[in-house]
């Protein structure tokens, strides 16, 4: 499975946004990006994926850059609810699984 | 509406016991997944079913790890003759096939003695 890459730990104040980073020097053109977070004491929780556009959603935006080697998740407002841990997958088309790396662990500072 | 279901959300055992941790997918879900959740690490992948068929197995730790879902719907994950490295939380999830989200419940919490 290709890699990706994040950094141990950010902080960020509430209310503002959010820039959480993934490296995926390898991606190949089947794999699909995938972030999911995980809250204290609960399962894991999709948030949002793309190919290669950028995507918006309810709860988060997906920044891809055009060579796909990275990605940005974006939280626009951060609140304190959004501490969690959160990662960034690569996920082959033809691949029901994902496999979780180590992940980000977002604090968020009130 | 409901979600993954998992029972029960914390489990002791004595090791060298055998414990079985159920999982309630979202109905209508073809794609079944269970993780195993070390504290601190992110969850490792250990057995995949479509309907009642193990596609994978490929993440079981040890022949002492059987997974089944006999009617493609709730499954069972088996753990014998408890080892206290087994301790960690039991992660299942499900989903409809392909690129699509993954559902996960809030695990089994599994400690050995």
């Known amino acids: 499975d290709a890699k990706t890459t994040q950094p141990n730990s950010m902080e960020s104040n509430e209310e503002e946004p959010v820039h959480l980073p993934c490296n995926h020097s390898?991606?190949?053109?089947?794999?699909?990006i995938h972030w999911y977070r995980q809250l204290p004491s609960q399962g894991p929780e999709y948030v949002i994926h793309?190919?290669?556009s950028n995507v918006n959603n309810r709860m988060a935006s997906l920044a891809i850059a055009e060579d796909r080697k990275s990605s940005t998740l974006i939280l626009h407002r951060a609140t304190l609810r959004d501490a969690a841990v959160y990662y960034c997958?690569?996920?082959?088309?033809?691949?029901?699984?994902?496999?979780f790396g180590k992940g980000t662990r977002l604090h968020i500072l009130p | 509406g409901a979600g993954v279901s998992q029972s029960p959300r914390y489990k002791v055992a004595k090791r060298g016991q055998d414990v079985a941790l159920r999982c309630d997918p979202i109905?209508?879900?073809?794609?079944l997944f269970w993780y195993q959740q070390a504290l601190g690490q992110g969850p490792e992948f250990l057995t995949y079913?479509?309907?009642?068929?193990?596609?994978?197995k490929s993440g079981l730790p040890s022949d002492r790890f059987f997974a089944e879902r006999p009617e493609g719907s709730v499954s069972t994950l088996k753990i014998q003759r408890t080892q206290q490295e087994d301790s960690a939380v039991y992660l299942c999830?499900?989903?409809?096939?392909?690129?699509?989200?993954?559902?996960f419940g809030n695990g089994t919490r599994l400690t050995v003695t």
């Open positions: 999830a499900s989903s409809h096939r392909g690129v699509v989200p993954l559902h």
């Open positions: 390898t991606i190949s053109g089947t794999d699909y």
């Open positions: 793309g190919l290669t």
């Open positions: 997958i690569l996920r082959d088309i033809r691949d029901d699984k994902i496999i």
């Open positions: 109905s209508g879900h073809v794609s």
């Open positions: 079913f479509q309907n009642e068929a193990q596609l994978d």
